[in-house]
């Protein structure tokens, strides 16, 4: 992943399902689509693209297991990717400052 915030990243993680896939994931190690579908409210098939989105944006890893995968969260590349979202979110904190300045230098000159 290259150091903006790509395309891939922002959908993988901009998802609640993924997101608790992820959660998931860490909490026990590892799963299978079929073990992760027994917590959520969608169907094995719909996990499995859920895995592949993760898996494009390098957050998941995997190996066979028997006839399923076995997947894991790749910790390095979450690490990286939180480090991006805070980049972006301290961005956007600061242009949001910005506006507020802005916006009360117009309210004090339209006050006098």
């Known amino acids: 992943m290259s150091t903006a915030v790509d395309d891939d990243l922002w959908s993988a993680v901009g998802d609640p399902t993924r997101r608790r ?15 992760l579908s027994r917590h959520l409210p969608v169907t094995r098939q719909a996990i499995a693209k859920h895995l592949a989105v993760l898996d494009r944006a390098g957050l998941v890893r995997s190996t066979p297991a028997g006839r399923e995968r076995l997947y894991e969260v790749d ?3 979450l690490a990286r ?6 980049d972006v979110g301290a961005a956007w904190d600061a242009r949001l400052r910005r506006i507020k300045r802005i916006a009360e230098a117009i309210q004090r000159s339209q006050a006098d």
Request: without cysteine; charged residues 15%.
């Open 75 to 77: 910790e390095a590349q």
């Open 21 to 35: 896939m992820l959660d998931l994931l860490l909490a026990d190690g590892r799963g299978t689509a079929t073990t």
């Open 81 to 86: 990717a939180v480090a991006q979202l805070a």
